[in-house]
């Protein structure tokens, strides 16, 4: 008897039945799906489905889970209106924005019309700056911005170009500016702070090149001697060595002797 209850316990075990008394069989696993009928997608509700069955659902735009209330995606949310913009949030509602049509276009007049949608139309005779330097009563045309171009007025640095090779020449808010070319010692060598007042910067009008040039201290007086010092620059002495001895020359205008009279002033030139 013993063995024969032995036997029909295994026969239970290999047909997959449970015999211990009181416990049912495990039921097959079930997925939560939420359905939208193909024909119907707004009457949407939720299912239970087997697992083999997900795939053939998710394939027809069932999604897994259960449905929530409310709208699904933005299109459902579409007031028809084109002056706002519908979407749909994730608690499922329904949310507009009023859409912005102004296209930062001061020569548009810009409006919405619900069938439409925005309408930037010209606004003609408005006021309004085209951004250009050199024009003048700046006005809308159509959806365009000018000017009347001013006279005597620059765009840009080329605009102020002359035919002096010495000047830099530029241009600001519409006018022409000019300021020598820097020739100074300190430019031109290169060394910062250079200062020699025997030396001269200068700019060569043939090409506009800087160069330097010693200073000339001739001061025109045939009775001194022109020197020149780096620190102060020209400076004059008086000659020890006259051109003449005694005035000779008493008709040339030149105090030749150097004693402070000139031609017949000088008791030289006076007959005997």
Same mark, same amino acid.
């Given at each position: 008897?013993?063995? /024969?209850?032995?036997?029909?316990?295994?026969?239970?075990?290999?047909?997959?039945?449970?015999?211990?008394?009181?416990?049912?069989?495990?039921?097959?696993?079930?997925?939560?799906?939420?359905?939208?009928?193909?024909?119907?997608?707004?009457?949407?509700?939720?299912?239970?489905?087997?697992?083999?069955?997900?795939?053939?659902?998710?394939?027809?735009?069932?999604? /897994?889970?259960?449905?929530?209330?409310?709208?699904?995606?933005?299109?459902?949310?579409?007031?028809?209106?084109?002056?706002?913009?519908?979407?749909?949030?994730?608690?499922?509602?329904?949310?507009?924005?009023?859409?912005?049509?102004?296209?930062?276009?001061?020569?548009?007049?810009?409006?919405?019309?619900?069938?439409?949608?925005?309408?930037?139309?010209?606004?003609?005779?408005?006021?309004?700056?085209?951004?250009?330097?050199?024009?003048?009563?700046?006005?809308?045309?159509?959806?365009?911005?000018?000017?009347?171009?001013?006279?005597?007025?620059? /765009?840009?640095?080329?605009?102020?170009?002359?035919?002096?090779?010495?000047?830099?020449?530029?241009?600001?808010?519409?006018?022409?500016?000019?300021?020598?070319?820097?020739?100074?010692?300190?430019?031109?060598?290169?060394?910062?702070?250079?200062?020699?007042?025997?030396?001269?910067?200068?700019?060569?009008?043939?090409?506009?090149?800087?160069?330097?040039?010693?200073?000339?201290?001739?001061?025109?007086?045939?009775?001194?001697?022109?020197?020149?010092?780096?620190?102060?620059?020209?400076?004059?002495?008086?000659?020890?060595?006259?051109?003449?001895?005694?005035?000779?020359?008493?008709?040339?205008?030149?105090?030749?002797?150097?004693?402070?009279?000139?031609?017949?002033?000088?008791?030289?030139?006076?007959?005997?």
């Amino acid at each position: 008897m013993r063995s /024969v209850l032995l036997l029909l316990v295994s026969a239970a075990f290999v047909a997959g039945f449970s015999v211990l008394p009181g416990v049912a069989p495990a039921a097959p696993a079930k997925v939560g799906i939420c359905h939208r009928p193909p024909g119907n997608p707004d009457n949407s509700h939720t299912i239970r489905v087997s697992k083999r069955a997900v795939p053939a659902h998710l394939a027809h735009g069932d999604t /897994v889970g259960k449905c929530v209330s409310g709208c699904q995606g933005d299109t459902e949310c579409d007031d028809g209106n084109l002056c706002t913009s519908d979407v749909c949030l994730a608690d499922g509602t329904c949310a507009s924005e009023v859409v912005d049509c102004d296209d930062g276009n001061v020569c548009t007049l810009d409006s919405c019309e619900a069938s439409q949608g925005c309408l930037n139309l010209p606004n003609d005779g408005a006021a309004c700056d085209d951004g250009n330097a050199c024009t003048n009563d700046d006005t809308c045309l159509a959806t365009d911005c000018s000017g009347i171009p001013a006279d005597d007025c620059c /765009v840009d640095d080329e605009d102020c170009e002359d035919d002096d090779l010495c000047s830099l020449n530029y241009c600001s808010a519409g006018e022409c500016f000019s300021e020598p070319e820097d020739c100074s010692l300190d430019s031109v060598c290169g060394i910062p702070g250079l200062d020699n007042a025997c030396l001269v910067g200068f700019c060569d009008p043939a090409t506009g090149a800087c160069s330097t040039a010693e200073a000339d201290c001739e001061d025109g007086d045939i009775c001194t001697d022109d020197l020149c010092d780096a620190a102060v620059g020209c400076f004059s002495v008086p000659r020890t060595d006259p051109p003449q001895e005694v005035e000779t020359s008493c008709d040339d205008g030149l105090d030749n002797d150097c004693d402070g009279s000139i031609d017949q002033a000088d008791p030289d030139c006076s007959p005997n």
